[in-house]
């Protein structure tokens, strides 16, 4: 068995048996837009991916910034510096 892809991407352990919890966000592009890689016993957020991947989606339409934990439908960042003001002045 061929564990090209775990070693290309970094994931398979010293021993070589086994691989880490690991989670890559290819765009359509081929674009690694996220990595995750966790340790074994702990393991990963579906919830979160989702998030992740409609963030990448969003910003990628409309060029704007989505702030950590943004969901959809929640105010995101202008990438400007004038407009930015305006979202992080309504943060608490």
Request: glycine content about 10%; some cysteine.
């Amino acid at each position: 068995q061929s564990m090209g892809l775990q070693r290309d991407y970094g994931v398979l352990t010293a021993d070589e048996g086994t691989s880490f919890r690991g989670l890559f966000i290819i765009d359509d592009k081929g674009i690694l837009r996220q990595i995750t890689i966790n340790d074994l016993p702990v393991g990963r957020s579906v919830d979160e991916t989702l998030r992740l991947v409609q963030a990448f989606q969003f910003t990628d339409k409309h060029g704007e910034v989505c702030p950590a934990g943004w969901k959809p439908g929640s105010d995101t960042i202008k990438p400007d510096v004038q407009k930015s003001k305006e979202y992080f002045s309504k943060q608490k």
